[in-house]
């Protein structure tokens, strides 16, 4: 509040739109690039250090550097959100691309049916922990996330967030206890969200999403260098 405020006595204005800032699948791949175009530069420094220019080594280092540069350039160039519009009662969809723009319909407020805070258990070789996420449900069974996935510690700000959000917009706010997964179900004709526990099938999925999407940047790295390393041979360079 500024001095101006304070002598006149008036209170500031209240937003009229809320911006729910999320990694988009399409933000969430160009950033796993990235980390991967970052290890193929890694290896090709490596490769330079203990063998030379060789052939393979130039081609893994040039290769390095064009992938990391152009992840990074998408990455960086590349903001998706959701926007709460309280005039309109609506939810809308932020897209940028570089110079592409567009901010389009998503739902209205009255198409929402639930909110809620949904958990997902992370593991490694000796450890294992939580990560929770704000979820939304539409009325007709459909399911999306309204921000990315956050840490154990920040689950009770995120419990206050979706229960302003279904506030906000009319929906109903599931509260699911800590540690368990949100699923959503209709019961009598209406949509709503109910704890389950974790599977150990939901974390091998996870796995082989992950295990795919690495293999075919890999398969790609290595048909790429193949080309670049052929290409050099083939100019005398």
């Not at 929770?132 to 990315?148: P, T």
């Amino acid at each position: 509040m500024n001095d101006k405020e304070i002598q006149s006595g008036e209170e500031p204005e209240k937003p009229t739109q809320i911006k729910l800032e999320i990694q988009t699948p399409l933000e969430k791949l160009f950033f796993w690039l990235l980390v991967g175009a970052g290890f193929v530069l890694f290896n090709g420094i490596i490769a330079m250090i203990q063998d030379g220019r060789t052939g393979f080594s130039v081609s893994m280092f040039s290769i390095g550097i064009i992938f990391t540069l152009l992840f990074w350039s998408l990455k960086k160039h590349t903001d998706n959100f959701y926007i709460l519009d309280l005039p309109t009662r609506r939810l809308f969809y932020h897209f940028k691309f570089f110079f592409i723009k567009r901010v389009s319909l998503f739902r209205s407020f009255s198409e929402l049916a639930a909110i809620t805070v949904s958990g997902q258990q992370n593991r490694n070789k000796s450890h294992v922990w939580w990560t929770y996420r704000i979820l939304a449900l539409d009325k007709q069974g459909r399911v999306f996330a309204l921000s990315d996935d956050e840490k154990s510690e920040d689950r009770c700000k995120m419990l206050a967030s979706a229960a302003k959000i279904a506030d906000i917009t009319g929906a109903s706010f599931f509260e699911i206890p800590a540690e368990k997964i949100a699923r959503a179900r209709n019961t009598y004709e209406n949509f709503e969200f109910y704890a389950v526990e974790h599977r150990g099938i939901d974390s091998f999925i996870d796995f082989l999403k992950t295990f795919a999407g690495v293999m075919a940047f890999l398969v790609a790295t290595i048909a790429m260098v193949m080309v670049f390393q052929a290409a050099v041979k083939w100019l005398g360079l």
